[in-house]
T-cell receptor, first 117, second 114 residues
Framework: AQKITQTQPGMFVQEKEAVTLDCTYD???????LFWYKQPSSGEMIFLIY??????QNATEGRYSLNFQKARKSANLVISASQLGDSAMYFC??????????????FGKGTLLTVNP | DAGVTQSPTHLIKTRGQHVTLRCSPI?????VSWYQQVLGQGPQFIFQ???????GRGNFPDRFSARQFPNYSSELNVNALLLGDSALYLC?????????????FGPGTRLTVT
């Protein structure tokens, strides 16, 4: 089974509008972390936001917020006030903490976001 | 402060050859992880090294090996290259010990095998 599922291969949004990128995850580990990374065409993975499984509040970082619904096992990324520079590939990733495997990130297949002027 | 650096940026090799990719972590970071990203997919974990010891290995054949040096830089070696090894190889460093969640990625090395 896929550990990280991103069901939107591509998304389009108008500049200055908000957009939600979906991510669902699968784990039986009670302790885990969820991440979102942005990958422009240059290839570098840019860390955006992190949510720990025990965090009570949804994470926010500037225009990025993570809509964490633990019971649904979803961790959607919300980008507010989209900018042309937000056009990139976005990856959701998970780190599972048990069994000494907390060094490894498991990534989804990504969502290509295009911001239109 | 300098971020994670990787060399070379691009590389073209022939099937059966050997390749060495290099990574320098952020200053003060002791952990380095390697990922392979095939076109159209998310990165896949290959190795993690912390304090020069291998702490984790992904589902990759023995043709893939790595090491970490006393200055915490790292090399990824791939022997007997196959066409399927063509990918972007990403290095990530983390600085809060082996349990750190905060991984910073380098720009990657794009390997093409012909």
């Amino acid at each position: 089974a896929q550990k990280i599922t991103q069901t939107q291969p591509g998304m389009f949004v108008q500049e200055k509008e908000a957009v939600t990128l979906d991510c669902t995850y699968d784990t039986s580990d009670p302790s885990y972390g969820l991440f979102w990374y942005k990958q422009p065409s240059s290839g570098e993975m840019i860390f955006l936001i992190y949510q720990g499984s025990y965090d009570q509040q949804n994470a926010t970082e500037g225009r990025y917020s993570l809509n964490f619904q633990k019971a649904r096992k979803s961790a959607n990324l919300v980008i507010s006030a989209s900018q042309l520079g937000d056009s990139a590939m976005y990856f959701c990733a998970m780190r599972e903490d048990s069994g000494g495997s907390n060094y490894k990130l498991t990534f989804g297949k990504g969502t290509l976001l295009t911001v239109n002027p | 402060d300098a971020g994670v650096t990787q060399s070379p940026t691009h590389l073209i090799k022939t099937r059966g050859q050997h390749v060495t990719l290099r990574c320098s972590p952020i200053s003060g970071h002791k952990s380095v992880s390697w990922y392979q990203q095939v076109l159209g997919q998310g990165p896949q974990f290959i190795f993690q090294y912390y304090e020069k010891e291998e702490r984790g290995r992904g589902n990759f054949p023995d043709r893939f090996s790595a090491r970490q040096f006393p200055n915490y830089s790292s090399e990824l070696n791939v022997n007997a290259l196959l066409l399927g090894d063509s990918a972007l190889y990403l290095c990530a460093s983390s600085g809060k010990g082996v349990l750190s969640w905060e991984q910073y990625f380098g720009p990657g090395t794009r390997l093409t095998v012909t």
